[in-house]
């Protein structure tokens, strides 16, 4: 199978895009197309580049600042509009891109449309506990939605858990401002009674309680969750920073600090969206995954893993099956 990369998306590109894919080449049998402009991939190319790795041209870059709908309307050739079409006409199986968000995910809804039942697409974020990692979604595909779509994301949800983790019958927590069913607005109380008709529904969810692992699904819109996603991702870096402040840059006075190295690697780690690599979004007749616009080559690299593991395991196919027996 094949998986179209946009080789021109985000803040590193195309530099560390290519040198995630000549890494992810190695650990795979699919072949990447590297798509964008062909002289600016083929600069960062190593001389005996992977077999499985090749160019696929694309004449366009859709800027991370663009609006999305009219970048794509001016740009046809674009490397996210091109690497759509791929996906959508069968020249490759899955779409990664760190490319702007917005215009990735109009392109895949114009292009790939909803899975029938599915109203909303949702992009689907790991998130880190004191145990197993979590899945949040909507985490910024769909910002105006109603009740209904959040049991639509839920089954999104519950799908990739299964197929991609390994749970067995994960549960869903809808995200609001307190654990009893009668708190929130007018729309988490709509949200949380349609939810509640499922036996796999555990209620609503703090945010501060989203942490203490024993969670697999948190559901909200995506206005809601891309705020909690930058939040945790700022306080993920003042961590880090906090603690790289603190050790002295003397080499002497550094010693007494070295053993807190080994013990905050395992934090650094999991504090590392480049550990994930990519977001998937959910609910589409194709298959794409959002990388964060920051990515490095390791971050690229885990992102393509993640698509060929989804790929393999027909998640697509995995989505249509939870929202038809959901209609039967």
Known sequence: MKIALD?????NAPKAIVEGAIAAAGLMEHEILLVGIPAEISRHLPVSCPK???????????????????ALRLKKDS?????????????????????????????CLLGWRQIHGFHRPAIGSTLPSLKEDFLLLDAGASPDVDPEHLVEFALM???????????????????????EP???NAFAKQAHALLATHDWFRGNIEGKDMYHGGIDIVVCDAFVGNIVLKCAEGVAEMIVEMIRSAVPTNPIAKLPYLPLK???????KKMDYAEIGGSPLLGLNGLGFMAHGRSNAKAIRNALLQAAKA??????????????????
């Not at 080789?7 to 803040?11: F, H, I, K």
């Not at 395991?313 to 099956?321: F, H, I, N, S």
């Open 7 to 11: 080789a021109m998306g985000g803040d």
């Open 52 to 70: 499985n790795v090749h160019i696929h041209p694309a004449s366009e870059v859709v800027d991370m600042h663009e609006k999305p709908t009219e």
């Open 79 to 107: 490397s996210i509009s091109v690497s759509v079409n791929l996906v959508k006409e069968g020249g490759a199986h899955a779409f990664v891109s760190a490319g702007n968000t917005g215009a990735c995910t109009a392109a």
């Open 157 to 179: 949800g519950r799908s990739f858990v299964m197929s991609m983790w390994g749970r067995e019958n994960p549960t869903v927590h809808l995200l609001n401002i307190g654990e």
């Open 182 to 184: 009668g708190k929130g």
């Open 262 to 268: 080994s013990l905050m690697a395992p934090l650094r």
């Open 311 to 328: 790929m393999e395991a027909d998640l697509v196919g995995v989505l249509r099956e939870s929202i038809a027996k959901e209609l039967e």
